[in-house]
Each structure stands twice: as structure tokens, then as C-alpha cells.
């Protein structure tokens, strides 16, 4: 019975939605992939109806480092993603393997308070059972075979994608598909908060959920007010580069937390919670003070929030009035700010290993060298990944050439319209 879905994905309205989910390019590859996924599936659990899902990475375009302070983002859902075949199931319990690990997850629905031992994919899981009951949602049992393209613990968001494909399984089977993209992105910022310890904003899990590109704007957090921007980047010339430099998030929470405490300890010396509660003036007319309050660095770190707030604002009306070339002027601004500014392009005190201080070093001469396109390091930094904009002539030559030297992977991304889904659903509206 499992093979009527894959039937579905085979109809020109199954190819279709697969053409507007990866490209046209990517139909032959992402078809067999969801066969493999459903086969898996049959592997572990025997032959059922599955409901096919899916969650996008996401690529952050602006706004770095400014959601935990209530600033303004720009960042879009990707053609990577992680995908689940799933069955509801009548026990409590959640059970899953994901390709590559050798674990059998099971989760007792029953006994989802925090635990110690837990690894970050349990304890993820667990905190999204506890986050949809305690916002009021239903949650039950399923069986899944995961798979993930998203680069891990690399800045696209593989965390929150998983999250999010998690919390779709679970609004599909359980909750009438009712949660929209802001309850199902708060639900997983709780299960980080709060069964991962990781100090995240909103940012990953709304550009995971949503899909498109879109603007966010988290002034109220619990009220972000969400902007669709109509832009794609490849018809209109440009391709979007995500470059892996080989270095690792997985251990760099302190870092991380770091960022927007820095910015806290800068708004708490000025009686303010936050710095989006504050201007630029508010800095200069005090500086003396908050310097000794809370560091040269805090500064420099807030002075960067207010400047790439502003910067996001004008991304968004370079987009809409189809100014190209100034949008990506701004994203050199930004790429800029965030490598003198918020300095988070490599860790504090590292001389060895600055991957990509280099990397963004080389690219910045290759761009300089064809005369167009944008780098700038993208998600939370201090390692990973990096993004360039880059004309469609010249993004297979320089994914070469960067690629060779750094032997690490490099991909095209496009930005996706569909976020967090479950494509029985999308194929039931065709």
C-alpha cells in the first residue's frame, strides 16, 4: 500500500509539485530519493500508507545576529531539506531511524520531561512533544524513516528543519494541520531553549516553517509580523552559492550565547531590555558608561544590530523596486559589519583556524576579479557555512575553483515557496 504515494509523486501533478519544491534540474534525483525514503520505511516498520514530509534548511540573505533582539531578518527556505516517511500509530510512542545513525529513537509521549541522558536529537523531540502540549495541541505516536541533505551543524538550520518536520508530522496526524508557521516555529525555539539549552531566536525555525523568501520583523516575538518578498535570484541572473568551509557549530554554544548577551549587557546599562528598545544616539550620548558597563565588543556588537536592522529594510525595498545592485552593494555592507563588527567570523583568539575568514577571503578577490555579485557569512558564524551571490555564468567556475582549494562541499540553492509541508496534503489540493 506504502507504493500509492510514490503512484501520486509519478503523476504530472506529483512531478509538478516535485519541480516546484526542488527545480526542474532536481525532478530525476528527488524522485528516487522519496522511493528510497518509502523503501526504508518498508525495511523497518513492513508495508503501510505513509504520509510523505518535508522541512527546508534556510539561508539567511539579512538580518545577522538581530532576532534575539527583536530586530528585522530576510532569510528563506531552501531546496535542502529533510524529508520523513511517517505513520500514525495508536501507541504513545514515537519511533524513528534517521539514514546514516544506527539508532532506533523511541520517545514514551508519556514521560517527556527533560533528561540528562538524553542526545540532542531525543531531547529535541521530547521538548516538541512538550512544547505542543503545553501550548494547548495534541500530540500521539508514530513510526518514521528520516532523511536529511541539510548540511549539519553547519548554519543552514538542520536543527530546526528536523524540529519542524517533527511538529508537521505531528499538526498532520494529530491536530487537523491547524498550527500555522509561528506556532510551530515557537514550539521548536521552546524545545531549544528548554531540552537543548541553546540560546536561539526565532529566526531558524520561522524561515524553516514558512517557506519563500521572506521578512521578519520580531519587534513583538510573540507576534512577528511576516512580509513575503517576491524575488527569485536565478531568473533573475543570480545563483546562491552556500559554501561549507569544514568548520564545525556543534561546539561553539558559548560563542553563540555570547552575541546576544553582549547586546543584552549594552541595552541593561542603558535601562533597557533590549536594543531594539534603543537607538544608535542612546549609545553615542552614553558611551563613556556602557563601554565600562559592558565592553568595547558588547558595543561594537550592538552598534552592528541597529546598523543591519536598518540594512534589512533596505534590502527588501532594493528587491521590490528592482534594484539589484544596490541589494547586493547592502549585502557587502552586511558581510562587512558582521566580519568588523559583530566579529563573528571566526572565534575570539583563534589564529590557526579561521575558515572562513579565508574562504570569504578568496571569494571577495573573485568577485572582485568578474566585477559583480556578494559574500557574506551567513547564520550564527564562528564556522560552517558562507553565502555568495554570484551571476548564473560564473557560479559552476567559481564553485570549482573554491571548492578545489578548500575541498569541502559547495552547492546552488534556490529559495523554495513551500516550507514545512506534508505533500499528501499539497497533492490532495491539486
Given at each position: 500500500?506504502?507504493?500509492?504515494?510514490?503512484?501520486?509523486?509519478?503523476?504530472?501533478?506529483?512531478?509538478?509539485?516535485?519541480?516546484?519544491?526542488?527545480?526542474?534540474?532536481?525532478l530525476v534525483e528527488q524522485?528516487?530519493?522519496?522511493?528510497?525514503?518509502?523503501?526504508?520505511?518498508?525495511?523497518?516498520?513492513?508495508?503501510?500508507?505513509?504520509?510523505?514530509?518535508?522541512?527546508?534548511?534556510?539561508?539567511?540573505?539579512?538580518?545577522?545576529?538581530?532576532?534575539?533582539?527583536?530586530?528585522?531578518?530576510?532569510?528563506?527556505?531552501?531546496?535542502?531539506?529533510?524529508?520523513?516517511?511517517?505513520?500514525?500509530?495508536?501507541?504513545?510512542?514515537?519511533?524513528?531511524?534517521?539514514?546514516?545513525?544506527?539508532?532506533?529513537?523511541?520517545?514514551?509521549?508519556?514521560?517527556?520531561?527533560?533528561?540528562?541522558?538524553?542526545?540532542?536529537?531525543?531531547?529535541?523531540?521530547?521538548?516538541?512533544?512538550?512544547?505542543?502540549?503545553?501550548?494547548?495541541?495534541?500530540?500521539?505516536?508514530?513510526?518514521?524513516?528520516?532523511?536529511?541533505?541539510?548540511?549539519?551543524?553547519?548554519?543552514?538550520?538542520?536543527?530546526?528543519?528536523?524540529?519542524?518536520?517533527?511538529?508537521?508530522?505531528?499538526?498532520?496526524?494529530?491536530?487537523?494541520?491547524?498550527?500555522?508557521?509561528?506556532?510551530?516555529?515557537?514550539?521548536?525555539?521552546?524545545?531549544?531553549?528548554?531540552?537543548?539549552?541553546?540560546?536561539?531566536?526565532l529566526l531558524d525555525q520561522?524561515?524553516?516553517?514558512?517557506?519563500?523568501?521572506?521578512?521578519?520583523?520580531?519587534?513583538?516575538?510573540?507576534?512577528?509580523?511576516?512580509?513575503?518578498?517576491?524575488?527569485?535570484?536565478?531568473?533573475?541572473?543570480?545563483?546562491?552559492?552556500?559554501?561549507?568551509?569544514?568548520?564545525?557549530?556543534?561546539?561553539?554554544?558559548?560563542?553563540?550565547?555570547?552575541?546576544?548577551?553582549?547586546?543584552?549587557?549594552?541595552?541593561?546599562?542603558?535601562?533597557?531590555?533590549?536594543?531594539?528598545?534603543?537607538?544608535?544616539?542612546?549609545?553615542?550620548?552614553?558611551?563613556?558608561?556602557?563601554?565600562?558597563?559592558?565592553?568595547?565588543?558588547?558595543?561594537?556588537?550592538?552598534?552592528?544590530?541597529?546598523?543591519?536592522?536598518?540594512?534589512?529594510?533596505?534590502?527588501?525595498?532594493?528587491?521590490?523596486?528592482?534594484?539589484?545592485?544596490?541589494?547586493?552593494?547592502?549585502?557587502?555592507?552586511?558581510?562587512?559589519?558582521?566580519?568588523?563588527?559583530?566579529?563573528?567570523?571566526?572565534?575570539?583568539?583563534?589564529?590557526?583556524?579561521?575558515?572562513?575568514?579565508?574562504?570569504?577571503?578568496?571569494?571577495?578577490?573573485?568577485?572582485?576579479?568578474?566585477?559583480?555579485?556578494?559574500?557574506?557569512?551567513?547564520?550564527?558564524?564562528?564556522?560552517?557555512?558562507?553565502?555568495?551571490?554570484?551571476?548564473?555564468?560564473?557560479?559552476?567556475?567559481?564553485?570549482?575553483?573554491?571548492?578545489?582549494?578548500?575541498?569541502?562541499?559547495?552547492?546552488?540553492?534556490?529559495?523554495?515557496?513551500?516550507?514545512?509541508?506534508?505533500?499528501?496534503?499539497?497533492?490532495?489540493?491539486?
Open positions: 500500500m506504502s507504493n500509492q504515494m510514490l503512484n501520486r509523486l509519478q503523476t504530472s501533478e506529483g512531478q509538478e509539485l516535485l519541480v516546484q519544491m526542488y527545480g526542474k534540474q532536481q524522485t528516487g530519493r522519496y522511493q528510497s525514503l518509502v523503501e526504508q520505511f518498508q525495511a523497518y516498520f513492513g508495508e503501510q500508507e505513509v504520509g510523505l514530509f518535508s522541512s527546508p534548511g534556510r539561508c539567511e540573505v539579512g538580518g545577522n545576529h538581530t532576532d534575539h533582539n527583536h530586530g528585522k531578518v530576510l532569510a528563506g527556505s531552501i531546496t535542502l531539506d529533510t524529508i520523513g516517511a511517517a505513520v500514525k500509530v495508536d501507541e504513545p510512542v514515537i519511533t524513528f531511524f534517521s539514514e546514516g545513525y544506527a539508532t532506533k529513537y523511541v520517545i514514551d509521549l508519556q514521560d517527556i520531561q527533560p533528561r540528562s541522558g538524553d542526545d540532542g536529537t531525543t531531547s529535541l523531540v521530547r521538548g516538541i512533544a512538550a512544547g505542543f502540549i503545553e501550548a494547548g495541541f495534541q500530540v500521539g505516536g508514530f513510526h518514521a524513516y528520516i532523511s536529511s541533505n541539510v548540511f549539519s551543524a553547519s548554519g543552514l538550520s538542520s536543527s530546526a528543519s528536523f524540529e519542524m518536520l517533527i511538529g508537521t508530522i505531528l499538526n498532520h496526524f494529530y491536530n487537523d494541520g491547524t498550527l500555522d508557521a509561528v506556532s510551530m516555529s515557537k514550539i521548536g525555539q521552546f524545545a531549544e531553549n528548554r531540552y537543548w539549552n541553546k540560546p536561539s531566536g520561522m524561515a524553516c516553517a514558512y517557506g519563500g523568501l521572506i521578512a521578519i520583523d520580531f519587534e513583538t516575538p510573540k507576534e512577528p509580523v511576516i512580509k513575503p518578498v517576491r524575488w527569485d535570484f536565478q531568473k533573475n541572473g543570480y545563483s546562491l552559492v552556500i559554501v561549507n568551509t569544514g568548520g564545525n557549530h556543534a561546539d561553539l554554544t558559548e560563542d553563540y550565547a555570547a552575541v546576544p548577551n553582549e547586546m543584552y549587557a549594552v541595552a541593561k546599562s542603558l535601562g533597557a531590555s533590549v536594543c531594539r528598545d534603543l537607538s544608535p544616539e542612546d549609545i553615542y550620548a552614553n558611551l563613556k558608561a556602557v563601554r565600562a558597563a559592558a565592553g568595547d565588543r558588547a558595543v561594537l556588537r550592538a552598534l552592528h544590530f541597529f546598523e543591519e536592522n536598518g540594512r534589512v529594510d533596505e534590502q527588501v525595498l532594493a528587491l521590490e523596486e528592482n534594484r539589484f545592485n544596490d541589494f547586493l552593494t547592502l549585502i557587502t555592507a552586511s558581510g562587512n559589519s558582521s566580519w568588523k563588527w559583530l566579529q563573528n567570523v571566526y572565534q575570539s583568539g583563534a589564529i590557526q583556524n579561521q575558515e572562513i575568514a579565508i574562504a570569504l577571503s578568496l571569494t571577495e578577490n573573485y568577485l572582485k576579479k568578474i566585477g559583480a555579485g556578494a559574500c557574506r557569512i551567513h547564520g550564527g558564524g564562528f564556522a560552517g557555512v558562507f553565502l555568495t551571490i554570484i551571476p548564473n555564468e560564473h557560479a559552476e567556475a567559481y564553485m570549482s575553483w573554491i571548492g578545489g582549494m578548500l575541498e569541502t562541499p559547495v552547492l546552488v540553492v534556490n529559495v523554495r515557496e513551500h516550507g514545512a509541508v506534508c505533500l499528501n496534503e499539497l497533492l490532495d489540493r491539486k
